[in-house]
């Protein structure tokens, strides 16, 4: 779960999000119910199974600024994610 801030798309996670059908409610569906992890560079990125839509998870990817969230990309997964 992600504190509330304000939320922002980067022209970036706009332009994934239209290639590939994701809404801003999936996106913060993704943020709301997602699993949470570090990338290796600091950024947060989430993921999530939303039914129906994908065969695999949803990655959204987000850089934190003081006051607001940053998205700074939103796409499927190709495949399955290894444990």
Do not use: C, W
Not at 4 to 28: C, N, P, T, W
Not at 55 to 82: E, H
């Amino acid at each position: 779960m992600v504190e509330q801030k304000d939320i922002k798309f980067s022209r970036h996670a706009k332009r994934r999000m239209k290639l590939y059908g994701l809404s801003e409610e999936d996106v913060l569906n993704v943020l709301k119910n997602g699993s949470k992890e570090m990338a290796k560079d600091g950024k947060l990125f989430f993921l999530h199974d939303i039914k129906g839509k994908f065969k695999f998870p949803v990655k959204v990817i987000t850089a934190q600024g003081d006051k607001t969230l940053i998205i700074v990309s939103a796409y499927p997964l190709k495949k399955r994610r290894k444990k």
